[in-house]
Structure formats: C-alpha cells, structure tokens
C-alpha cells in the first residue's frame, strides 16, 4: 500500500535525479513540435492568438496539470518543464526582436486579402482561408459586395480588418450574400457589369461567355454597387 507524502516519488517518481536531463530534452522537442504543428495550421486555426502564445498556453497547462492529479508524475520533473518552457520563451521573444524575418515566421505577418474591391490572389493562395468563410466573415462587418471594401486584411492573430469607400466612391462589386452569389453562371444572361466570383474583377459583358481579364476564369454573377447601411 503506497503512503502519502513519499518524497522521492512526489517529487520524482521514483526515477533517478538524471532523469532530468530526459526531461528538459523531451520539452524542447514538444515545444518545437506545438509549435510548427500550430504554424502548419493556419492563422484561422488558433484565431486571436498568435501560434507563439497558443504554443506556451498549451505547454505549460500541460505541464502544471498532470503532476496536480496524476501520481506517476513527479513534481520536480513537472517543474523543469515550467523552466525549460520560460528559457525557451525567453529565447525565441530575443530572438524575434533580432531578426525580422523570424519573427515574420513565428508570428506571421499581415497579408493583404482584398485591395481596391478584389481579391489579391497571391495572398489567399498563402493562407488556409476558405472563400465561404471569409464572406462569412465580410457579411458579419455588414458587406454586401466587395465594391463595398477598399482594403481587407488577415492579420497575425487571425482577425479580419476591413477598410471601407466612402458611400459616394462605392464601386461595382462581388456579392456576397448567398442569395445573390449562388446564381453564379458560365452563361451570362444579359448585358451589363458583372463579377468574377473566382477574383472578384469586374467587367461589362454582352450576352453569351467571357473569360476574367485577370483570373481567366469564365464563372461570373451580377455586380452590384449598394452602399452599406450602417
């Protein structure tokens, strides 16, 4: 019958005091691997946070939980994680104020997703962000069309910002509104300005097919230009 209060094993569990070499190796993989494991994910994935500080929110509730009500698992080992953890914290803050480039990586950096009522394509290419997801996210801010939006940006931690025209420069644009979206077509119906709902583009089409003068692509919807209702 085990007693409360074994010292050895509340504080190591039994295991050798060398034991804590393994310990501060087996944190430093973890980090590393929370960390790129985050970075992989996207900035969506861990929205509000940047992947830096869900990485030590997670290492060290870890670390500080199992040794609260797992027996197997000593105290003082628990407590090299909380050391390692900060040294390593402590490294890669330095680290990111000495290189901008690390810190791009660590952090991200802000990518521009609509300029001027289109879609900048190079940048949704680099962030895992769904088209359906970001209207979503457009129609929350009240945007019925991009002509609505001047500029629009991911920004480190996963959010949106958006810069509006002003109601007299709102411009032909996509709609997004599922209602107006989902009529989407390769055959266009009748004359006038219509969107390439694959960029965003805008063009004045006769009846028949066209390709994007940007994209190429030969799906398009209606345009409109409402100003938003605030």
């Given at each position: 019958?085990?007693?409360?209060?074994?010292?050895?094993?509340?504080?190591?569990?039994?295991?050798?005091?060398?034991?804590?070499?393994?310990?501060i190796f087996r944190s430093t993989v973890m980090f590393t691997i929370l960390l790129l494991t985050l970075k992989l994910?996207?900035?969506?994935?861990?929205?509000?946070?940047?992947?830096?500080?869900?990485?030590?929110?997670?290492?060290?509730?870890?670390?500080?939980?199992?040794?609260?009500?797992?027996?197997?698992?000593?105290?003082?080992?628990?407590?090299?994680?909380?050391?390692v953890i900060i040294i390593l914290y402590r490294s890669v803050t330095w680290l990111t104020g000495k290189s901008k480039?690390?810190?791009?990586?660590?952090?991200?950096?802000?990518?521009?997703?609509?300029?001027?009522?289109?879609?900048?394509?190079?940048?949704?290419?680099?962030?895992?962000?769904?088209?359906?997801?970001?209207?979503?996210?457009?129609?929350?801010?009240?945007?019925?069309?991009?002509?609505?939006?001047?500029?629009?940006?991911?920004?480190?931690?996963?959010e949106i910002s958006v810069f509006f025209y002003p109601d007299d420069e709102v411009k032909y644009g996509l709609p997004?509104?599922?209602?107006?979206?989902?009529?989407?077509?390769?055959?266009?119906?009748?004359?006038?300005?219509?969107?390439?709902?694959?960029?965003?583009?805008?063009?004045?089409?006769?009846?028949?097919?066209?390709?994007?003068?940007?994209?190429?692509?030969?799906?398009?919807?209606?345009?409109?230009?409402?100003?938003?209702?605030?």
């Amino acid at each position: 019958m085990k007693e409360i209060f074994e010292w050895n094993r509340l504080f190591y569990n039994n295991l050798p005091e060398i034991f804590i070499l393994e310990v501060i190796f087996r944190s430093t993989v973890m980090f590393t691997i929370l960390l790129l494991t985050l970075k992989l994910a996207g900035k969506r994935g861990v929205k509000q946070l940047s992947v830096f500080e869900t990485v030590i929110i997670i290492a060290l509730g870890s670390a500080a939980g199992d040794p609260m009500f797992y027996e197997d698992v000593g105290i003082i080992p628990a407590a090299m994680v909380f050391s390692v953890i900060i040294i390593l914290y402590r490294s890669v803050t330095w680290l990111t104020g000495k290189s901008k480039k690390f810190e791009e990586f660590i952090e991200g950096k802000t990518e521009c997703l609509i300029n001027d009522g289109k879609f900048s394509l190079s940048s949704f290419k680099k962030e895992s962000l769904a088209q359906d997801e970001f209207f979503s996210e457009l129609r929350v801010k009240s945007i019925e069309h991009l002509g609505q939006v001047k500029h629009a940006f991911i920004e480190p931690s996963g959010e949106i910002s958006v810069f509006f025209y002003p109601d007299d420069e709102v411009k032909y644009g996509l709609p997004i509104l599922p209602s107006l979206f989902n009529e989407k077509n390769k055959n266009i119906t009748k004359d006038g300005i219509h969107a390439c709902t694959f960029c965003g583009h805008t063009q004045k089409l006769t009846k028949g097919t066209a390709n994007c003068e940007i994209c190429h692509k030969d799906e398009w919807v209606t345009a409109i230009n409402t100003k938003r209702i605030t």
